[in-house]
């Protein structure tokens, strides 16, 4: 379910694109996986909230894997994370 500011397009699996004020099930997902690809970042906080924390270590994945480095939780940043 799709809450506050989480965005309603969802790539070819269904996976819901995300950024900052983005809530719900799927940020907590991503802030998991954010977890245990950046570690040398303090932990986030599982919390379902897509704040300007998650959203820098969004940025941090995003620049280490040469994807476009928005901010923003889409099918090519989805796909970089559960490869």
């Avoid at 983005?22 to 245990?36: C, E, F, H, T, Y």
Wanted: avoid cysteine; proline fraction near 6%.
């Amino acid at each position: 379910m799709l809450t506050g500011g989480e965005r309603a397009e969802e790539d070819a699996s269904g996976t819901p694109t995300l950024s900052n004020g983005s809530r719900g099930p799927a940020v907590r997902k991503l802030q998991r996986l954010l977890n245990a690809h950046v570690p040398d970042l303090q932990a986030l906080a599982v919390d379902g909230r897509f704040g300007p924390v998650t959203e820098q270590h969004v940025r941090k994945f995003q620049t280490r894997l040469a994807i476009t480095v928005d901010g923003i939780v889409g099918p090519q940043t989805w796909g970089a994370l559960t490869r």
